[in-house]
Structures are given as C-alpha cells and as structure tokens.
C-alpha cells in the first residue's frame, strides 16, 4: 500500500477537509458494503453528491492513493481514511450527564464502534446514580471524575449537563488532563488551548435553517 505523508502541518489541515475526511470514510464503507472494489473520484462524486476535484485535493494533503486511469481500491481508501483519522486504535469516553441526551448516547451505534467506547457516565444527582443505562453502563457519581479518568484511562469528555452547569463540569475535565471534550450543553465553554473544545448546539443548526426558509436560499 502506498504510504501516508507523515510530515504534514496539523494547522494546514482545515476543520471543513477533516469533516470531509470523514464523510469520505462514511461513503467507503458504503461502498465495501456492497462489495465495489474500486471507484474513481469522478464515481464517489456522483454517488454521494460531492465534489471530485475536493475529494483529489483533500486527499492529496496525505498522500497518493489513488491510481491514475483506474481510481481508489476501496479497501486500501478505507484503510488510509481510518489511519489518518486516528481509528485504527480505541479512543475511551466519558460522559457527564445522565440526562436523556446521555443515557442516549451510551448506546449510541457511532459510538459502540471499535473505535470509541464509551466507559463511564456520571451526574451529580443522588438519584440517578446508581441507576443503570440502556447501554450496560451504571450511572456513578461525577465527584469521581479525576479518578474515573485516570484509571480507566479516558480520552474524550462529553457533557451533556444542563447550561448552567456545563462551564463548571469542562473545568473539572480540563482538571482531569482530559485533552478534547465534546459539549452538547446548549451554551459556549471555554478552557485552554491546549485542550480541543467542541460544541454542539442543534438549535444554532435549526435557526440557521429557519433563517434561510425566511429569507431565500442561498446561491
């Protein structure tokens, strides 16, 4: 197989062309589902209603796979897409919030892959712990955190706690020496640089969508 570029910047690498990677890897699997072998950006493109000259040049930042004439094995793109994103090896969650949203996301199919494992879910609440998930899980309690996170060697926080809470739990992850932490809390957190802080806000998502249905579509 050929090899993946090993010297490249992270800061050339833009969020849109790592969302894109992974949607890439979504489409291969698709793909290796149906039992395609090889297909051509041009194929990809039309298929799955992309961009091929996006897909060369998003890949080409990595290296080459493909060949000219011929296209991409699906199974070695598979395989490039999956190193490249870091899921050739399991990455442990925690959540903090036993709330629907993460009990939900306890059993969550994306999450229950080889790839992420969720280990722990914990809330404050003397009621809720104790109780068990959908998944397996047992809800513990969250002043056990910074310990949870050392012995079970957690990489990836996920607070899905009320808003006034949220600020409070992120602080106690990056307390923990948790490195990257997924926010589902309908409010902005903040840490420091050197933990990667995501939010997800599905109402900033819907507004958007209301605001184009009101005012037109853009071009």
Do not use: W
Request: charged share 25%; hydrophobic share 40%; glycine share 8%.
């Amino acid at each position: 197989m050929p090899s993946i570029k090993r010297q490249f910047s992270v800061e050339s690498i833009s969020e849109l062309t790592i969302a894109r990677l992974s949607i890439y890897l979504r489409c291969v699997d698709q793909l290796e589902a149906l039992g395609i072998e090889t297909v051509s950006s041009q194929e990809l493109a039309q298929r799955f209603n992309l961009n091929s000259a996006q897909i060369r040049k998003d890949l080409a930042y990595f290296g080459e796979f493909g060949v000219r004439g011929v296209g991409y094995s699906v199974r070695e793109l598979r395989h490039y897409l999956t190193e490249i994103l870091g899921l050739n090896r399991e990455h442990r969650v925690l959540i903090v919030g036993a709330g629907n949203l993460g009990t939900a996301l306890c059993h969550y199919s994306r999450f229950a892959s080889e790839s992420f494992l969720v280990v722990a879910i914990l809330d404050s609440d003397p009621r809720k712990i104790g109780e068990p998930t959908p998944g397996g899980l047992l809800v513990e309690d969250a002043s056990r955190l910074g310990e949870i996170v050392r012995q079970r060697e957690v990489e990836i926080g996920v607070i899905t706690t009320p808003p006034d809470t949220a600020q409070r739990v992120c602080d106690q992850m990056v307390a923990a020496h948790l490195r990257a932490v997924l926010n589902f809390a309908p409010v902005q957190v903040k840490g420091p640089k050197s933990v990667l802080i995501r939010s997800v806000d599905l109402k900033v998502h819907l507004e958007e969508l209301s605001f184009y249905l009101t005012h037109g579509m853009p071009k």
